[in-house]
């Protein structure tokens, strides 16, 4: 079976520039979230969905955060515009609402804001 | 936010000892899990503990979920060069049905062969 894929794998991009991250989830599940890990911070959950909904975004960092989930198999995170310190490694996990409590992640987006 | 105190930090060992490692909580978790992050990839669930008291193992690793609900530790036994990485423990508070995990900062384990 298919693990959670997540693209890019790298990014590099400018400061002011705007980054779309794209995750598929695992066929079958229906919660999905959005973790950013930093050296600093650890992992830190961003905003999770839940049959598509959005149920929790209370850790989106500020506004120029979004994330949508327009079917089962798909969402995005966008950063616009970027900034240097958003720079940090994000990663998209799911689970099956029988066992939610056990995620499984991608293999995360490496972003770098010059 | 709800935070895991996990600890130490990092560990460097030879290989074929024994690691230790735990994480503490203020509040009361009604789940418990560890998960294994290798460089480059995304963390891989290792063991879930799911009642007070627990022993779980899984091959060289054991886990245990505290009697209190407060605490879990993970020890792992005769080391290899392979169990480097960062160990992550997880928790689900007790009172919030199905919420979202929350994650400890990581035990950065080293393996001096």
């Known amino acids: 079976d298919a693990g959670v894929i997540q693209s890019p794998r790298h990014e590099v991009t400018e400061m002011g520039q705007e980054v779309t991250l794209r995750c598929k989830p695992i066929s079958g599940h229906d919660y999905l979230f959005w973790y950013r890990q930093t050296m600093m911070r650890g992992l830190e959950l961003l905003i999770y969905?839940?049959?598509?909904?959005?149920?929790?975004d209370s850790g989106m960092p500020e506004d120029r955060f979004s994330a949508k989930m327009p079917n089962a198999s798909f969402s995005t995170l966008k950063i616009q515009p970027s900034e240097p310190r958003d720079s940090a490694v994000y990663f998209c996990?799911?689970?099956?609402?029988?066992?939610?409590?056990?995620?499984?992640f991608g293999e995360g987006s490496r972003l770098t804001v010059l | 936010g709800q935070q895991l105190n996990q600890s130490p930090q990092s560990m460097f060992i030879q290989e074929g000892e024994d690691v230790s490692m735990n994480c503490t909580s203020s509040?009361?978790?009604?789940?418990w899990l560890w998960y294994k992050q290798d460089p480059g990839e995304g963390p891989v669930l290792l063991i879930a503990?799911?009642?007070?008291?627990e022993l779980t193992s899984n091959g060289r690793l054991t886990a245990q979920f505290g009697i209190t609900r407060k605490d879990s530790f993970l020890n792992i036994s005769a080391s290899i060069p392979s169990d480097v990485g960062i160990y992550f423990c997880a928790g689900q508070l007790s009172t919030s049905g199905n919420t979202p995990l929350v994650f400890g900062k990581g035990t950065r384990l080293s393996v001096i062969a």
């Open positions: 996990a799911s689970s099956s609402h029988s066992g939610s409590r056990e995620l499984f």
């Open positions: 503990l799911y009642k007070a008291g």
């Open positions: 509040s009361i978790f009604n789940t």
């Open positions: 969905f839940n049959n598509n909904v959005p149920i929790d």
